[in-house]
Structures are given as structure tokens and as C-alpha cells.
């Protein structure tokens, strides 16, 4: 096949006396046969194809074997002939070439080669035609159609010769005279052929026999008066689904006829549009209840083939009618979502026709129109940025639609985009849906908590193992914010903010990405949602200690009942506690009843694994992944069934140290540290404020964090030791038990007692307070600071710069160790009344700033 002689493509005027011929080459078509042929004589190859095939009829009472072998002869022999070259030589060999037995063959190796040999002599003999039988010529073209079908596996050794039969076929036009035959049978052929070249082209051959396909049948197209319905449907069929996706190269070739064929099967897909839009589906056609998808597809493949389309379509969207208005701006706005589709671009001015629909009477239109603007934004905006921006406009206006599904369809449309496409929504129009968190309809204040979270979601995704674009930071940064805010909502509230905060992150998110997210989130924090934040924190922990009592509660009841020889009653716990339980448990649920009699039924479960399960998320040490892992494993036990899931769920959710426990804060130490080193105030400033407020709203998240507030309590910069002294005075627990940094971090705290700010002071001071009310080796600590202040304060050896600090330990054991304070009362009110207020205040005491005015002023 490869080393065929090039041919030219039949010229259309050569039709003549209502038969199709074949056109002749050009003389520069015809290679010299001498320089193609290796000096091979075409007379002597006619002459030899000629003798073989005298031999035809014999061979057919022979076996397979030599019949194919003599088969093979004669195609090899008949490709070494040129078009018009000695076909007078070939007498009796068309003749030989078309008995029955030999078309009709058993083997479809021999009707294969059969078929190649046919299309060769109509080749060396075009434009004349060896056959002039409407008969004989059909029994030809159905040899073709069943080579055809061996097209369809490139790997096998019939492909070959059938693609060398596709190929004199689509150099010459050798179908073309079917379209004239009139013959029985003979109007079936123009449609077997588009189905037997669509199914035998597939994405294993389609770079090989693609384009020969392609201009067959766009000859046979263009040859043709019209386009029958066959022919039709095949082509529109591949265009759609299932076809489209069932074979990918077949709807290829379709795409491509419809751009080549530009006249008569444009014009029969423009009726074909036009009845079947008219006629709501019901037309003749076999496909007219798929109009709407052929139009989309056409959308996409060739716009300029729906033209004619349009005005019928746009007349609709000015219809009075809400129903053909309506149906009217679904197809519209198909065909100008759809991805790949130029119809915005091509149609512009219908575009814009079609953009007032935003604002429709019809709430429903209005809906619709939120959704195909979603889809519109995520295709891309057919490229252009101005109407992009016009439609973001439109569905800022439908936020604060008056309907309320108008708005809830536009934080729908706007939330889909922000997810699969960011970029195509600017930050003001996502924070447009952030202000629905205030709507007047808690529909739309529930829709807009969870859309944002998804949205939220998605962009961590995007960004879990890499750094964060400034762009999309200053895009989504401030979600978890407005998610916080909600808090304050009566319909929202923390209970429907936590779980949505908690699923934020999934779990291949890494701790240490989770909480840089976080700080580039709390950045954007205003006081809102920071005292939001807090109360969120804090009722955390009301729920946790709650959940403890109850575990504590009922492994006495356990224990007791144990000791006392087993029993189902609640040996030595009365029912009237448990009740109790209940009831503060209850109280941090949106229902507290339903909630109390879900508690009777978790209490009422036998399986122990659900408590071990709950004791092991109240570990302030337990990860997130192991929360995720635990959590899936008490609900699995519950039961999707169980009446009592759902509120599982919330109450793991609650109790669970997820998103801010101790994984969560050593991470953020860790950051603390980098950026002290790196001096990166920007960050430090937030880690540090974000730390104290974890500190101050759950002190649990820090134990174990001894070693890194050490190394926060001796950092040179005064700032980062404030913060730090900030946050063991909230959380003193970190420094619970023995150990080295335990000692390091209480010697330092002492000297801030003495020699820090009057801030340092007052929170090291309350640290070794309560360090000493909790007993063990810390209780010393600060009455060695506090009989040190006394006796310099005795011996009026505390210096100006020493006095803030001090008289802020001296208040703080006032206030914290009262007993410590009346032992030396005597001493610090001596020094207090009768040396320090003696002291004469220097002159502008207020621009002057000294340590005895700013003592004064506190006194």
C-alpha cells in the first residue's frame, strides 16, 4: 500500500448522463513507472494480472489455499498499474473478478482480496467503468463494505489490504457512482457505507485511517443531492452520547464532516434543528427528542452550522409564555456553557440578548440563570474577560435577589465556580457570599456556612504540599473568619460551625500545612470572629470536662459493681447522677432534651470500644489522623440506623481536640521558632497572638510543651518572652510533672518577676502561683521571688528600673497567695507608703515616663 502510485480526487463535473465516472489524473498524478516500478513494464504487469486472472474460475474448485495465493498475485501485480495505464489489457478479468463464487466466497480472506483487486481495475480504468450492470456495480460495493469491516483491528493482517482498499476508494471517488444506481437494493448502500466506516474506525486506528474516511464520506456527502434521514442519524448519532463516549474516534470523524461539509449536510442538520425545536421533540426524526444535545454538540463542532437556528430560539426568549421562555434560555445557555463552545464568541450580539434573562420575571428563569452562569464562568467565558466580568456582576446582583431561592441558587452558582475554577471568581464576589451568612432566611445562612467550608476545602487541596500563591491567599484566606462568625447566628451557632471547621482539611493535608493555613487565616480574624473563636474554644472544653465526669462516673459504676460480684444495676452510682451527667452533657446541643435522652441511649450501649473510643479523643495528645480513624470507628459501631448517629457524630465532633489540640500547637510553636530566627515579625506577631488565645481558651492543648516555651522564655526579643509569659500563665499545665525544661522555664519566670516589664512580671509571677497551689517541687519558687522582693524592698535596694516588675509580683501574690502576702505585709506596706509615695514625682511626670511615675500611677 505504501508504495501506490499517487492519484488525484475525481472531479464532480465528469458525472454525465445521470451516471457518476471516475476522473482522470492529472499527467503529473501518474509517477513515472519506470522510476516507481523499478523498471517494472505496466504493459507486462497488465498482461500478467490478465493471465492470472483466466485462471480465477479454475482455482475455485481448488481448495483456500492457492485460490488466496492466486488472489494476492493478482492485487500485488494490479498495484504496479497506474490509472489509465493498459487497462485495454484487461479483458476478461473484471469479468473473472465479479462471479459469484468468488464474491461470495466462504473465506472472507478472498472476498477481501477479491474486493482490493476490484477496486485496482476500477482504478486502471477510471474514468471509464468496466461495469456498466447497476447489478453487477452493487455486487462490487457490497464486496467493498465487507472489506471495510476489517478495518477495525490495525494489529491484524487483513487491516492491510482493506486500508489499501480505503484508500483507492478515497483517492479516487470510486464510490461515488452509488449514489445513481437503481438497482433493488440499491438505496441501502449509501447508508451502510457511513455505518460500516463509523464502526470500523476506532481510537486504535484512527491515525492511520481517519482522513481517508473523512474524504469518502465527505465526497459522497457533497456528490449527493440531499442528505438522507440514514445517513443523517449516523453522523448525529457520533455527535451525542452514548456514541461519543463509547468511541471517541468515530465521533471524531463525524465532528470532522460537519466542518467540511459545508452545504448539503449543513443544511439537512439545520432542518433537522429546526423541526425538532418546533415540534418540542415530537418531529419525524428519529433523534428529534435529542435536539437539545445535538445543538450542544454543534455548539462546539461548527456554530456557523446553527445560523439559521438562532432567531427561531432567540424569538422564544422574548416569548410572553414563561414555558417557551424557559425552555428557551436551557437551550441557549447548553449550547453557550458547553465546554469548547464558540457561540458566545460568534453570536455576541445574541449573547447579550440572552444575559438579560438575569433579570426575568420569572424567579425560576432567574434560578436557571444562576446555574448556567456557574457553568459558563467554569468553561472559561469563551476567553473573554469583559463578559466574564459582566456575569460576575449579574450574580452579585442575584445574592440579593428578593426571592430566596434566587439567592440560594446564585451562592450555589458562585460556590461551584470558586470550587473547579478559582480564578474565574474575583474575592469580592465570593465575599458578597460570605455577607449570606447575615441573610434574613436561615435556608440561605445555612447554605452559604457549608458552601464556603466546601470552597474552602477545595483550596487547601490545592495547595497541600505546596506554598500558597499570595493571589489565592488573599482569595480564601478570610473563609474560616466569616465560617466563625456565624457563630453569633441563632440558627448556627457553634454547633453547626465546628463540624464544618473540623472537615476543613482532609486527611492527607499534612499538621504542619493545617496549621499554616490556620495563621494565614486567623491573619484575616477580626474581633468578631475572634471572640466567636474563643467562645467556640471555650465551650470545647466545657463539653470535653463534661464528657470526662461521665467516663469517670461510669467506670465507678463498673468498678464498684465489680467488686460487688457483677449485676445489671449500677452498683454504688444512683440513677439521679447519671440523669445529672446526662443533663450537662445536653446542655451543649442545640435541643438539650433530644439530646439528654440520645446520652441515656450512648449510656445504654454495650460495646466498649465506643467508650475507649471517646476516652481516646478527650487525650489532648491524639492526632488528627487518629481522630478521623477513631471517629469513623465508634460510628461504624453505632449504626447508621441507630437513632442516636447523628448526634454521635456532633459529640465527637465536640469533644474531640480537632482542629486546635496539642498537635495542632506544637506545629505552631515550631513556626513560632523558624520565625523568631528568620525575624519574620509578620508571622511571629500572628503565631504568638493566636498561641495566647489557644492558651487562654484551652490550656489542654499544651501539655507536653515545656521544651519549646523554654526556648520561647529566653528569646532576646521582649515581645516573643511577653507572649510566652502570656501563655504559661494560661496554660500551666504544660509545665505539670518533673524534667529539665520544667526547672529551665520557672528559674527564668523568677527573674521576669524581678527584672522583666511589669506585663512579664505579672504573668510569671500568676505561672508560679499556680504552679504553687498545685503543689510538688514548684511550690517554692514563688515565695524565694517574693521574700527577695520584700527584702530588697526593706533594704530600699530596688532600683527604678526594677520597681514595675516588682510591685506587679507583689500585686499578683496579693491577689493569688494571700497567705504568703499578710506574712510579709508589714515590710511592703513600710516601703510602699513611707519610702516609695514619699518620693517627690518629678516635673511632666506624664512626658517624662519614669519608672516612680508609672509606680505611682499604678499604687
Not at 4 to 25: M, Y
Not at 131 to 155: C, G, M, N
Not at 304 to 328: C, F, G, H, S, Y
Not at 508 to 522: G, K, T
Amino acid at each position: 500500500a505504501n508504495s501506490r502510485l499517487a492519484r488525484d480526487t475525481p472531479d464532480p463535473d465528469t458525472r454525465v448522463s445521470g451516471k457518476s465516472t471516475f476522473s482522470k489524473s492529472k499527467s503529473a498524478g501518474a509517477m513515472n513507472a519506470d522510476e516507481e516500478m523499478e523498471n517494472n513494464d505496466p504493459t507486462e504487469n497488465a498482461a500478467m494480472a490478465e493471465d492470472f486472472g483466466k485462471t480465477i474460475k479454475n482455482a475455485l474448485n481448488g481448495g483456500k489455499g492457492p485460490l488466496l495465493k492466486l488472489m494476492k498475485g493478482i492485487s500485488e501485480t494490479l498495484s504496479k498499474v497506474g490509472q489509465g495505464e493498459d487497462g485495454g489489457e484487461l479483458k476478461t478479468l473484471p469479468k473473472q473478478l465479479v462471479l459469484k463464487g468468488l464474491l461470495s466466497h466462504k473465506d472472507k480472506d478472498v472476498r477481501l482480496y477479491a474486493a482490493l483487486c476490484l477496486s485496482d481495475v476500477l482504478r486502471i480504468f477510471a474514468p471509464e467503468e468496466p461495469f456498466q450492470d447497476d447489478d453487477t456495480l452493487k455486487s462490487v460495493y457490497d464486496a467493498f463494505l465487507d472489506a471495510f469491516a476489517r478495518l477495525d483491528e490495525p494489529s491484524a493482517a487483513a487491516f492491510q489490504p482493506a486500508h489499501a482498499l480505503l484508500q483507492n476508494v478515497a483517492t479516487i471517488g470510486l464510490c461515488v457512482p452509488m449514489l445513481d444506481l437503481e438497482c433493488p437494493g440499491a438505496e441501502r448502500l449509501v447508508p451502510q457505507l457511513f455505518e460500516v466506516l463509523f464502526a470500523g474506525v476506532n481510537p486504535a486506528n484512527s491515525s492511520l485511517i481517519e482522513e481517508d474516511a473523512t474524504k469518502v464520506l465527505g465526497t459522497m456527502l457533497e456528490e449527493a443531492e440531499e442528505v438522507s434521514p440514514e445517513v443523517l442519524t449516523t453522523i448525529l448519532e457520533r455527535l451525542v452520547q452514548p456514541f461519543k463516549g463509547e468511541n471517541s474516534a468515530s465521533h471524531n470523524l463525524a465532528c470532522s464532516l460537519v466542518r467540511k461539509s459545508e452545504n448539503n449536510l449543513q443544511l439537512a442538520v439545520q432542518h433537522f434543528l429546526v423541526d425538532a425545536l418546533s415540534s418540542k421533540g415530537n418531529g419525524k426524526h428519529p433523534l428529534s427528542k435529542r435536539g437539545a444535545d445535538v445543538l450542544e454538540a454543534l455548539a462546539v463542532v461548527d456554530s456557523t452550522a446553527l445560523v439559521t437556528v438562532w432567531p427561531t430560539i432567540m424569538e422564544e426568549l422574548q416569548n410572553d409564555d414563561a414555558e417557551p421562555r424557559a425552555k428557551a434560555v436551557k437551550l441557549f445557555g447548553r449550547a453557550l456553557a458547553t465546554p469548547g463552545s464558540t457561540v458566545a464568541k460568534d453570536y455576541a450580539h445574541y449573547l447579550t440578548q440572552f444575559l438579560r434573562r438575569f433579570g426575568d420575571k420569572l424567579p425560576e428563569i432567574r434560578v436557571e440563570m444562576c446555574g448556567w452562569g456557574a457553568q459558563f464562568l467554569a468553561a472559561g467565558a469563551a476567553g473573554d474577560a469583559a463578559v466574564a466580568e459582566e456575569i460576575a456582576g449579574y450574580l452579585e446582583d442575584r445574592l440579593i435577589d428578593y426571592e430566596e431561592k434566587v439567592r440560594i441558587a446564585a451562592v450555589s452558582a458562585v460556590c461551584d465556580v470558586a470550587e473547579t475554577t478559582p480564578r474565574a471568581v474575583d474575592p469580592e464576589l465570593l465575599m458578597a457570599v460570605g455577607e449570606r451568612m447575615l441573610d434574613k432566611k436561615a435556608n440561605v445562612r445555612q447554605l452559604a456556612l457549608k458552601r464556603l467550608g466546601s470552597v474552602y476545602r477545595a483550596y487547601v487541596a490545592r495547595f497541600a504540599e505546596v506554598e500558597t500563591p499570595s493571589e489565592e491567599s488573599q482569595r480564601f484566606d478570610w473563609v474560616p473568619s466569616a465560617l466563625l462568625r456565624g457563630c453569633a447566628q441563632p440558627d448556627i451557632r457553634h454547633h453547626a460551625v465546628e463540624p464544618v471547621l473540623v472537615d476543613l482539611f482532609s486527611a492527607r493535608v499534612s499538621a504542619e500545612r493545617r496549621s499554616l493555613f490556620w495563621l494565614q487565616a486567623l491573619c484575616k480574624m477580626d474581633d468578631r470572629a475572634a471572640k466567636a473563636f474563643n467562645f467556640m474554644l471555650r465551650a470545647k472544653q466545657a463539653v470535653q470536662t463534661d464528657m470526662r465526669r461521665y467516663l469517670e462516673l461510669r467506670q465507678t459504676s463498673r468498678a464498684m459493681r465489680a467488686s460487688q460480684g457483677g449485676g445489671d444495676g449500677e452498683a454504688g452510682v444512683s440513677e439521679e447522677e447519671f440523669k445529672r451527667a446526662f443533663a450537662a452533657l445536653a446542655k451543649h446541643f442545640p435541643e438539650p432534651g433530644k439530646a439528654a435522652g440520645f446520652a441515656e441511649k450512648l449510656h445504654a450501649m454495650k460495646d466498649g470500644n465506643v467508650f475507649r473510643g471517646i476516652a481516646t479523643l478527650l487525650k489532648p495528645e491524639t492526632s488528627a489522623v487518629e481522630t478521623l480513624s477513631v471517629s469513623q470507628d465508634i460510628l461504624k459501631r453505632v449504626g447508621g440506623k441507630h437513632p442516636a448517629h447523628d448526634w454521635m457524630r456532633l459529640l465527637l465532633v465536640k469533644i474531640s481536640q480537632q482542629p486546635f489540640g496539642n498537635e495542632h500547637v506544637r506545629k505552631v510553636l515550631e513556626i513560632v521558632v523558624g520565625a523568631s530566627k528568620e525575624k519574620s515579625a509578620g508571622s511571629l506577631t500572628s503565631a504568638l497572638e493566636h498561641l495566647v488565645q489557644l492558651a487562654h481558651s484551652a490550656p489542654q492543648a499544651f501539655v507536653g510543651t515545656a521544651k519549646e516555651l523554654a526556648g520561647l522564655i529566653t528569646h532576646r526579643d521582649a515581645a516573643v518572652v511577653t507572649a510566652a509569659c502570656r501563655i504559661v500563665a494560661s496554660a500551666a499545665t504544660c509545665l505539670d510533672g518533673p524534667g529539665v525544661h520544667k526547672i529551665k522555664v520557672c528559674e527564668r519566670l523568677k527573674v521576669l518577676c524581678v527584672e522583666g516589664t511589669a506585663a512579664q512580671a505579672k504573668h510569671a509571677a500568676r505561672t508560679l502561683a499556680k504552679l504553687a497551689a498545685a503543689g510538688g517541687t514548684a511550690k517554692g519558687y514563688l515565695k524565694d521571688v517574693y521574700e527577695r522582693v520584700v527584702e530588697d524592698a526593706r533594704d530600699d535596694d530596688l532600683l527604678d528600673s526594677n520597681l514595675p516588675p516588682a510591685l506587679a509580683t507583689i500585686q499578683v501574690v496579693g491577689q493569688e497567695a494571700s497567705g504568703l502576702y499578710f506574712e510579709h505585709l508589714r515590710d511592703i506596706e513600710s516601703y510602699i507608703v513611707d519610702r516609695l509615695l514619699a518620693r517627690p514625682l518629678p516635673k511632666h511626670a506624664s512626658r517624662a515616663g519614669s519608672s516612680v511615675s508609672a509606680a505611682a500611677e499604678m499604687q
